[in-house]
Antibody, heavy 120, light 108 residues
Framework: EVQLVESGGDLVQPGGSLRLSCAASGFIFSNYWMSWVRQAPGKGLEWVANINQDGSDTPCVDSVKGRFTISRDNARTSLYLQLNSLRSEDTAVYYC?????????????WGQGTLVTVSS | DIQMTQSPSSLSASVGDRVTITCRASQSIGKYLNWYQQKPGKAPKFLIHDASSLQSGVPSRFSGGGSGADFTLTISSLQPEDFATYYCQHSTDGPTWTFGQGTKVEIK
């Protein structure tokens, strides 16, 4: 059974940093692109970043460029998102998701999400 | 960047109704269009890929159509468990991807 379990969400002050983790199991992690998607309270879904199988390709949305870094550790079957210079508008539930190239590059499995709150 | 616009933003319907949601891309995206369903407090669920291919386990009352820039999600006979918010998402060789703003399907 595919499982994605996020952790690391917390209350952090503006300008602060946080590292989110996503533990993957039930599939060959190193074979898949992975992604982070976020959802601000009461708002829609926003794609944040993708990472390819070896971590060499990491596109992201313009609003987080230079502040967030996506990475992975295939040996630990884990996905990460380093969040720096946090702003109030980064407050959201952050989901990790698996990208399935065999299904239109859709997000076929999602974690339960971890809440990041940026506030003083 | 490609923008995705869904309509309507919300709709009210009754059990048994046929419901259609539209998603329009700001430029042609071929068939690189996916649909998701999200219920309150839950992660999204993958429904349809490549504009019209049903993901495994999704009921056949859901169908998708379109290509290029205009797409639809249709629920042929709305069931109580279908009341949720639906999102489209493009997955072209971007490299960036975007979701539509969502369509909330509510009980009339």
């Amino acid at each position: 059974e595919v499982q994605l379990v996020e952790s690391g969400g917390d209350l952090v002050q503006p300008g602060g940093s946080l590292r989110l983790s996503c533990a993957a199991s039930g599939f060959i992690f190193s074979n898949y692109w992975m992604s982070w998607v976020r959802q601000a309270p009461g708002k829609g879904l926003e794609w944040v970043a993708n990472i390819n199988q070896d971590g060499s390709d990491t596109p992201c949305v313009d609003s987080v460029k230079g502040r967030f870094t996506i990475s992975r550790d295939n040996a630990r079957t884990s996905l990460y998102l380093q969040l720096n210079s946090l702003r109030s508008e980064d407050t959201a539930v952050y989901y990790c998701a698996r990208i399935n190239y065999g299904s239109g590059r859709g997000f076929d499995y999602w974690g339960q999400g971890t809440l990041v709150t940026v506030s003083s | 960047d490609i923008q995705m616009t869904q309509s309507p933003s919300s709709l009210s319907a009754s059990v048994g109704d046929r419901v259609t949601i539209t998603c329009r891309a700001s430029q042609s995206i071929g068939k690189y269009l996916n649909w998701y369903q999200q219920k309150p407090g839950k992660a999204p669920k993958f429904l349809i890929h490549d504009a019209s291919s049903l993901q495994s386990g999704v009921p056949s009352r859901f169908s998708g159509g379109g290509s290029g820039a205009d797409f639809t999600l249709t629920i042929s006979s709305l069931q109580p468990e279908d009341f949720a918010t639906y999102y489209c998402q493009h997955s072209t060789d971007g490299p960036t991807w975007t979701f539509g703003q969502g369509t909330k399907v509510e009980i009339k």
